[in-house]
Structure formats: C-alpha cells, structure tokens
C-alpha cells in the first residue's frame, strides 16, 4: 500500500469492506466501534463505490483482506477490478496476526477467500519473500501484468503515518510507519510460533501453496 501509493498517479483505498465485515460479523477487533462509524457498513454500496465510483488519478490501488469478503457479499463486481494477489509465507502471518488476536482461525486469515477469489477472477501473484529479496525488479514485473509502468518511486516513502491509512492503524501498522522502504527479513529475525498455532500453520499452509506455484519471479530470483 505505501508502495502504490507513493507514485503520483495513484489513489490508495485503505481496507472499504472493514466496516461491513466487523458489522455483519460482530467479530471483536481493536477499534471496532471507531472502524464501523468511518466506513459505511452496506457492502453493496461500498462495492458500487469501488467499481463505478468517480476516481481521479489514472491508477486506483485497493488494499483489501480477503476475510472482509464475507459469502454473502456480492462477487460480481469484482469482476469489473483489475485483481493481484500478496501471499506470505504463513508462519510468518500467523505469528503477526497472533500478536494482535491470540487466537485466529484459518477464515480469520482470509487464506480460503483469497484461493477463492484467484480461481474466480485470476491475477497475478506476488510472495513477500520476493519483494523483500528482489522489490525493483518484482514490482517490475507486477506493474508489467497490470498494464503499467514501474515508478522508481515504489521503492521508498516517508516514514509515519499516511493520511489513507484506516482509523485502525494505530493497532496494526506500527512496522508500516516505521519503514521507509523494503527491507529484506533476517534469517531467524522473526518470532517462534506458538506451539498451540501448529496444526492452524498446516491448514493455513495448503492454502499458501496452492498459490505459490503462480507468483512472479524476476529471472535473477529464478536463477538464484
């Protein structure tokens, strides 16, 4: 998200369906009464929005989690989006995801949704590893796939808060206002797993590796 929305052209949506999914759900998330006042909580409207809203930068950067697009909310238009997919190697979700909800569910995760929704509209995929390990030329290649030109601009941002961040920031984005650019993960830099978020990991891993096999690899990622 801080990458797209550093270029020039681009308008960056911060999570539209958040409110609708906590709603809909009751689901208990930091923020949660602050969340569903900043967003209006019909899906419908807020797919109308993004589909047939007025936008006015030629590029138009949605960040969504796929565990907002509950069953009951309409697919069909997404089929008017252009869709690319950010997977991560789970064990590195979960152990984030666990340090703000101890206990998450593979739905929680969005992983199924986000299966789901590659099989229905397609798109390109990209692994964290890859942009962390190779951003110029991953991005390269993704902007390639989505009919646009790289900006060098992508590669770095200002560090702090973004005024197109979500109201639920101050929870989840304090390694997000901390950067200023992709920085590669240390081997071993990450925290352990909970021992009790085993048998979650191996669900969460089917998922992840019915998507690897289609993420972009620049050719000097592929002939490491």
């Avoid at 689901?27 to 797919?47: F, G, K, M, Y």
């Avoid at 808060?161 to 901390?178: F, I, K, M, N, R």
Wanted: with cysteine; aromatic share 8%.
């Amino acid at each position: 998200m801080r990458s797209f929305g550093n270029r020039s052209d681009c308008t960056v949506v911060d999570e539209p369906l958040y409110a609708a999914y906590l709603s809909a759900t009751g689901t208990d998330h930091p923020a949660r009464e602050e969340i569903i006042a900043s967003q209006s909580v019909d899906p419908n409207q807020v797919l109308r929005e993004l589909t047939q809203g007025h936008v006015g930068t030629a590029v138009c950067y949605q960040k969504h989690m796929t565990h907002h697009l509950l069953p009951h909310f309409d697919r069909a238009p997404l089929r008017a989006l252009t869709h690319a997919f950010l997977i991560r190697e789970p064990e590195r979700v979960l152990v984030s995801y666990a340090k703000v909800r101890t206990e998450p569910t593979v739905e929680d995760l969005g992983l199924p949704q986000q299966v789901e929704i590659f099989e229905r509209f397609g798109g390109p995929v990209i692994d964290a590893a890859d942009v962390l390990g190779d951003p110029r030329g991953t991005l390269t290649w993704l902007c390639g796939r989505l009919g646009l030109v790289f900006d060098e601009a992508m590669l770095s941002w200002p560090a702090g808060p973004s005024d197109t961040d979500g109201v639920w920031a101050p929870y989840w984005y304090a390694g997000v206002e901390a950067s200023t650019g992709f920085v590669r993960e240390a081997p071993g830099s990450h925290d352990p797993l909970p021992p009790r978020l085993q048998p979650l990991l191996e669900v969460c891993r089917r998922y992840y590796e019915a998507l690897a096999p289609y993420r972009l690899r620049p050719p000097t990622r592929q002939e490491q």
